[in-house]
């Protein structure tokens, strides 16, 4: 395998360390994207939160209100074949891949018409077709996952990059700097995106994490780093495109620590006593990534406040198809038992 990894063929390029891009400047057509792709996001997460009330869903559900940007805006410095894998609070990253809402909703209820015919829940959904492979539960479990899809991209020789996102918690974990060290010393083209939401369920940063710098999380390993705002789909987007511009140069991988937050608990099952309403409310009321977007169209006279009421109710059809989808759809056979398993 190392033989392969260096006879793949690799552009040589003397790597100047990167720095954090300024944001990228969009236009009226990109912002409207953005917001529109952003709001899907939100929206959908709203109306699990309500089926999982309902008791229409099951198991685990982690809500990603509050860090739409970071998804949005890595989408969007993507090119075709590019691969995005997570851990479990990974709706959002199936929607900014296109995948269907309704795959996704009917998947979270249980249903024969999920991505996993309904066996595998919010946690563990993947589409070959849209270059998403999961939806991991076992916290840093798709780092080494993630970096063997880069592996992949080199042996094929192809250029495309491995979006491998994993948490502040998950940067904890041993198997993430066993990865670090294959795909620098492999120069594989992977971009290791760490979502610093402030907290790994109840627990602050400060208080699990020994260096809160996770830009810095690679030093050992060569694998240059940069912070981001992770509310600000612009900024997003600027550091997508260098970071991938970076990985299919040759340079092999890099980090972008995404500062962002989650407004709700860790799962549905968290009353978040841990943190105060007035941290939430100050990020949401100062920070919030699609209020960002709205006021900029607004202030541009891109859009008036009825044409984004417009794209809320068409984003809220969407969503609302997919929940009717999601509840009247049928359970899987008894006989599924037995399909998609080693045995
Ligand atoms: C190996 C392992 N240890 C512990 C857990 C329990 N657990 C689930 S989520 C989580 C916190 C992870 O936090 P972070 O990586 O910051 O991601 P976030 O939930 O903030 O998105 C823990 C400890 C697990 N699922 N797997
Ligand atoms: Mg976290």
Not at 103 to 114: F, H, K
Not at 249 to 278: C, F, V, W
């Amino acid at each position: 395998m190392a033989t392969a990894a260096r006879k793949a063929p690799v552009k040589s390029k003397s790597p100047a360390n990167p720095s954090a891009p300024k944001p990228a400047d969009f236009n009226k057509e990109q912002e409207l994207d953005a917001y529109r792709r952003m709001l899907l996001i939100r929206r959908f997460e709203e109306k699990a939160g309500q089926l999982y009330g309902m008791g229409f869903i099951g198991g685990f559900c982690h809500l990603y209100i509050g860090q739409e940007a970071v998804v949005t805006g890595m989408k969007m410095s993507l090119k075709d074949g590019d691969q995005m894998i997570t851990a479990y609070r990974d709706h959002g990253h199936m929607l900014a891949m296109d995948m269907s809402p309704r795959g996704v909703m009917a998947e979270l209820t249980g249903r024969q018409g999920g991505y996993s015919k309904g066996k595998g829940g919010s946690m563990h959904m993947f589409s070959k077709e849209k270059n998403f492979y999961g939806g991991h539960g076992i916290v840093g479990a798709q780092v080494p996952l993630g970096t063997g899809l880069a592996f992949a991209n080199r042996y094929r020789g192809n250029d495309n990059v491995s979006l491998t996102y994993f948490g502040d918690g998950a940067a904890n974990q041993g198997q993430v700097y066993e990865s670090f060290n294959m795909a620098s010393l492999w120069k594989l083209p992977v971009i290791y995106i760490i979502e610093n939401n402030r907290y790994a369920m109840g627990t602050a940063v400060t208080r699990s994490s020994a260096e809160t710098n996770f830009s810095n999380r690679g030093a050992s390993f060569k694998i240059p780093g940069v912070k981001i705002d992770g509310m600000d789909v612009r900024a997003v987007k600027a550091a997508g495109e260098m970071a991938t511009e970076w990985c299919r140069s040759g340079n092999g991988p890099i980090i972008l620590e995404m500062q962002t937050y989650r407004y709700r608990g860790h799962s549905m099952s968290d009353p978040a006593k841990y943190r105060s309403k007035e941290e939430v409310q100050k990020m949401r009321s100062e920070h919030d990534p699609i209020e960002q977007v709205k006021a900029r169209l607004i202030g541009k006279k891109w859009a008036s406040e009825d044409d984004l009421k417009t794209i809320d109710k068409g984003v809220r059809d969407v969503v609302a198809d997919a929940a009717e989808f999601a509840q009247a759809d049928a359970e899987p056979d008894v006989s599924e038992l037995w399909t998609d398993v080693t045995h």
